[in-house]
């Protein structure tokens, strides 16, 4: 049974940091693109960054360039999503997912986590 498991989330001040983790079982975590993305209230879900099976390939959304980071540890079967300068706006459930081929589009990422409250007051 595949399971991912987000982690990390929380209340911060504007200008914070948070670290996000996405632990994966169930599946070939090495073989799989990670993507995060986010759903704010009232708004549809968006792509934040996707990552490469080994790392060497990223994406971020332009809303987070510069203040976000993607990585991945395949032996330990997580990704993580550094958070830093939080803005306000950055508020939502943020969601990990993996997909087989590299996309930025949710449509192709296969399993989701629950998700992970951010929320950033100002």
């Known amino acids: 049974q595949v399971r991912m498991v987000e982690t990390g989330g929380g209340l911060v001040q504007a200008g914070g940091s948070l670290r996000l983790s996405c632990a994966a079982s169930g599946l070939t975590f090495r073989n799989r693109v990670v993507g995060w993305f986010r759903q704010a209230p009232g708004k549809e879900r968006e792509v934040v960054a996707c990552?490469?099976?080994?790392?060497?390939?990223?994406y971020y959304a332009d809303s987070v360039k510069g203040r976000f980071t993607i990585s991945r540890d395949n032996v330990k079967n997580t990704a993580y999503l550094q958070t830093d300068s939080l803005k306000p706006e950055d508020t939502a459930v943020y969601y990990c997912?993996?997909?087989?081929?590299?996309?930025?589009?949710?449509?192709?990422?296969?399993?989701w986590g629950q998700g992970t409250q951010v929320t950033v007051s100002s």
């Open positions: 997912a993996v997909a087989d081929q590299w996309a930025t589009d949710q449509n192709a990422y296969k399993y």
């Open positions: 990552i490469s099976w080994r790392g060497r390939s990223t």
